[in-house]
């Protein structure tokens, strides 16, 4: 009895270990063209989630590919760093966006945003504090999180809209946007990538454009481990 009983609190400790595991998928954020293919502003991308029991979640962006603070190299030249090793230099100064999800989005399912984190975000691979970072206390529920890029406010994420915020379409694109190796050389481009990590007791992240990340398995594996012990208990 003593030793059943041992596997099983073993089987749920698994259980709620997993419940907390990481997850992480990959999206991108695409230029908005207006007439005579002029840049007006970039999509958003909104990730739908269900927080299963209340505690913390985090949510971590590695995207920014600029060594502009000098955690790799030291020479203080904003060297292009390969991230997420997809070969390229399309890369966004994120701004994170948090709602509740009542299956109609406006601006009292608002509740916080985080632009810039210069202190946590480092622990996915980030080498940059533009790589938005937050961490909070959520109740069980449904919720959305918006992935945009910089200087965005919530009423734009409502609206599904960004604006141009660096004072209208100019055909080349700052540090804080989709841009190349070297600050001082920027060049557009029509998109960038980014990585989003959630910790937490979390199910069904899914990006609403209908990108599904694969499920956890350890949660289910935990599951079967004390099913395990039942049956093995009940024979």
Same mark, same amino acid.
């Given at each position: ?24 998928? @990959? ?73 509740n999800d009542d299956g109609s989005l ?28 937050? @961490? ?100």
């Amino acid at each position: 009895m003593l030793k059943y009983l041992k596997n099983a609190a073993a089987a749920m400790a698994l259980v709620a270990a997993s419940s907390a595991s990481a997850v992480t998928v @990959s999206g991108t954020l695409h230029q908005v063209l207006g007439p005579g293919n002029v840049q007006v502003g970039n999509t958003i991308d909104f990730w739908a989630f269900h927080v299963n029991s209340a505690g913390i979640v985090s949510f971590d962006i590695l995207s920014w590919e600029a060594d502009s603070e000098d955690r790799v190299t030291v020479d203080g030249i904003s060297e292009f760093v390969d991230v997420n090793g997809d070969g390229e230099a399309a890369f966004i100064d994120s701004n994170i966006f948090l709602f509740n999800d009542d299956g109609s989005l406006d601006a009292g399912d608002y509740i916080t945003d985080v632009d810039d984190n210069f202190s946590d975000t480092y622990t996915d691979g980030s080498i940059d504090g533009s790589d938005s970072y937050l @961490s909070i206390n959520l109740n069980p529920g449904d919720y959305l999180l918006a992935v945009a890029r910089c200087c965005t406010d919530e009423d734009d994420v409502v609206d599904d809209l960004i604006q141009n915020a660096f004072g209208g379409p100019s055909g080349l694109v700052t540090c804080s946007f989709f841009f190349a190796p070297n600050c001082t050389e920027s060049y557009e481009h029509d998109h960038g990538d980014y990585r989003l990590t959630v910790l937490g007791d979390i199910s069904n992240l899914h990006n609403t454009n209908g990108t599904v990340p694969a499920p956890a398995s350890l949660a289910l594996l935990g599951l079967g481990v004390l099913g395990f012990g039942l049956a093995r208990r009940r024979c």
